[in-house]
């Protein structure tokens, strides 16, 4: 069965340090997505990203960090300048087409970051 | 906002049913879904229901959705101790696609 793919699955950074999180989303999709979920908390909706740019993002999705997919498979979260409460565990998703056609959205196992 | 809430802990015993309960509040949700979490792993897709739906049962799943109520449930059949996880409801809707709500999670835990 296809799958969302991630690296690192576990991440140790200092505070201040630039993280790249990768993910390869399933080949046929079309939309990919950033969520993150802090230890204890509910999972987030960071990003979603299609056709080549953002399509909507959180509150949260402030200017350190951005999306980019430099080639035809991978999807890609940096965030510039890690802070101690960008420690979470991020998720990255991927589905096929917007509604009936492509309602549904699967993640990867994760990417968790600990920034100290 | 929008909010989905569900209960935090179940105890069911091995071989019993299990019902998961979720109630979300946004009236615009088109799709709503369950994902499985066990510990240390992402986020496993196990079933979704569209809005206009009343009921949708894959093997020992069943999701039946009250529209009117905004109450979402999942039941499991014949309980496994595989089964011990955490389960999350989310909600979608068409003019955010890909934007997920996401509940609380609620862990469930199998008893011999």
């Known amino acids: 069965e296809p799958e969302v793919t991630q690296t690192p699955s576990h991440q140790v950074t200092q505070m201040g340090q630039e993280v790249i999180l990768r993910c390869v989303p399933i080949?046929?999709?079309?939309?990919f997505y950033w969520y993150r979920q802090i230890l204890g908390q509910k999972v987030e909706f960071l990003v979603s990203?299609?056709?080549?740019?953002?399509?909507?993002k959180s509150e949260i999705f402030d200017d350190q960090f951005s999306v980019e997919r430099p080639d035809g498979s991978n999807f890609t979260l940096k965030i510039r300048s890690t802070k101690l409460e960008d420690s979470a565990m991020y998720f990255c998703?991927?589905?096929?087409?917007?509604?009936?056609?492509?309602?549904?959205?699967?993640f990867g196992e994760g990417s968790w970051l600990t920034v100290v | 906002g929008e909010d989905v809430e569900q209960s935090l802990f179940l105890s069911v015993r091995e071989g019993d049913s299990s019902v998961i309960n979720c109630t979300y509040t946004?009236?615009?949700?088109?799709?709503l879904y369950w994902y499985k979490q066990e510990p240390g792993a992402g986020l496993q897709l196990l079933t979704y229901?569209?809005?206009?739906?009343d009921m949708k049962q894959d093997q020992r799943l069943t999701v039946l959705l009250n529209k009117k109520d905004k109450h979402l449930s999942l039941r499991i059949a014949d309980t496994q101790t595989g089964d011990s996880a955490i389960y999350f409801c989310?909600?979608?809707?068409?003019?955010?696609?890909?934007?997920?709500?996401f509940g609380a999670g609620t862990q469930v835990v199998v008893t011999p």
């Open positions: 998703a991927s589905s096929g087409q917007q509604g009936a056609s492509g309602n549904t959205i699967y």
């Open positions: 080949s046929n999709h079309l939309y």
């Open positions: 990203f299609y056709n080549n740019e953002i399509s909507e």
């Open positions: 946004d009236s615009s949700s088109t799709y």
């Open positions: 229901i569209f809005s206009n739906m």
């Open positions: 989310a909600e979608i809707s068409t003019d955010s696609w890909g934007k997920l709500q």
